[in-house]
């Protein structure tokens, strides 16, 4: 099974640590995706690339945040200076845009991040 | 902005009943896409169903129905004949704006199904 992955799993760290995410899509797909999610609520979307571009980054919670594609496969959220509200479950999705038309999105298991 | 409304919190319903869960969104875009998804407790979203703003067409598709009104913005999902294995949290997606890049979720309903 070749699914979106995502790692680590679970990410434990201090307050004013930095960290980083990694997310693999499912191989031909072209769009990628990054959501939190924190205990009760919806998946609320943070950016999305198309390839190599990032089309989407004004949902972005604060400068603290970003995230890279480098050669439009694998993806990188970071969180500079984390903070306790930034501890929730990180999850990314990827699909394949073709012809203009949206494609469904598949989810990996997401990470789990818990500021101490 | 985009808004999903999944006004139902939680519902219980006994095994092998129907039940429907409701999804109501705003939108200022002429051509967007609904999505259902699930959240099972152990944690991973499970996509459901997808329509499209352009095709009213309500389907079946196994246990599983839809009801897309764009009169009245509704996108509501039928599960029949429910199962203990149907518990979960239930999620809807509005995906619109410049190349449907702008994507919404309701704060989703959860869903226990009794034996």
């Known amino acids: 099974d070749t699914g979106v992955s995502q790692d680590p799993r679970h990410k434990i760290t201090k307050r004013g640590q930095n960290v980083t995410f990694r997310c693999d899509p499912i191989?031909?797909?072209?769009?990628l995706y990054w959501y939190r999610q924190t205990l009760g609520q919806g998946p609320e979307f943070l950016t999305y690339f198309q390839n190599e571009a990032q089309l989407e980054k004004s949902r972005l919670l604060s400068d603290r945040f970003s995230a890279e594609r480098p050669k439009g496969s694998f993806s990188t959220l970071e969180i500079q200076r984390t903070e306790q509200g930034d501890s929730a479950m990180y999850l990314c999705?990827?699909?394949?845009?073709?012809?203009?038309?949206?494609?469904?999105?598949?989810f990996g298991p997401g990470t789990r991040l818990t500021v101490l | 902005a985009q808004k999903v409304t999944q006004a139902q919190t939680e519902i219980s319903v006994v095994e092998k009943e129907d039940v429907t869960l409701d999804c109501v969104y705003e939108t200022r875009d002429t051509t967007y896409y609904l999505f259902w998804y699930k959240q099972p407790p152990s944690g991973e979203l499970v996509f459901l169903i997808r329509?499209?703003?352009?095709?009213?067409q309500n389907e079946i598709s196994g246990r599983y129905s839809w009801n897309f009104q764009k009169s009245t913005s509704s996108f509501n999902f039928t599960i029949t004949a429910s199962q203990v294995v149907d518990s979960a949290v239930y999620f809807c997606l509005h995906a619109g704006g410049t190349s449907y890049g702008k994507l919404t979720f309701g704060q989703g309903t959860i869903l226990t199904v009794h034996p």
């Open positions: 329509r499209n703003s352009f095709d009213e």
């Open positions: 191989s031909e797909h072209n769009r």
């Open positions: 999705a990827s699909s394949l845009l073709s012809g203009g038309l949206t494609d469904t999105q598949y």
